[in-house]
């Protein structure tokens, strides 16, 4: 399983950092992916990272003010997001698939393992 923590309310330009731990999985054999929707929107993908060499992926729009990383020895998995806009206020989700060993987590189409999802909120 894999559980979001670290949403809340911040001001416009603002920062926060999420983290998604891990658990019941090999870690080194998966993804993890952050996505985010908002209300009355579709589901965004933001990010993904390997766990076993930490290749990423980041969504061009974001590249610059969001951020993904990893601590293996934690099961952890981050997302650091900065600049905040009131455009960003959704539900932010992790998620985590199996990949493998010599393919890119950007390949990923679906993922098995989803959190609960953390709020943030950006006030303009």
């Known amino acids: 399983q894999v559980v979001e923590s670290g949403g809340g309310s911040v001001p416009f330009g603002g920062s926060l950092r999420l983290s998604c731990v891990a658990s019941g999985f090999v870690l080194n054999y998966y993804a993890i992916a952050w996505f985010r929707q908002a209300p009355g929107k579709e589901r965004e993908a933001i990010s993904c990272i390997s766990l076993s060499d930490g290749q990423t992926d980041l969504s061009d729009s974001l590249k610059g003010r969001f951020f993904t990383d990893k601590d293996n020895a934690n099961n952890t998995v981050y997302l650091e997001m900065n600049n905040l806009k009131p455009e960003d206020t959704a539900v932010y989700y992790c998620?985590?698939?199996?990949?493998?060993?010599?393919?890119?987590?950007?390949?990923?189409?679906?993922?098995?393992?989803w959190g609960r999802g953390t709020q943030v909120t950006v006030s303009s």
């Open positions: 998620a985590a698939n199996f990949l493998r060993f010599d393919s890119h987590c950007s390949g990923l189409k679906n993922y098995d393992y």
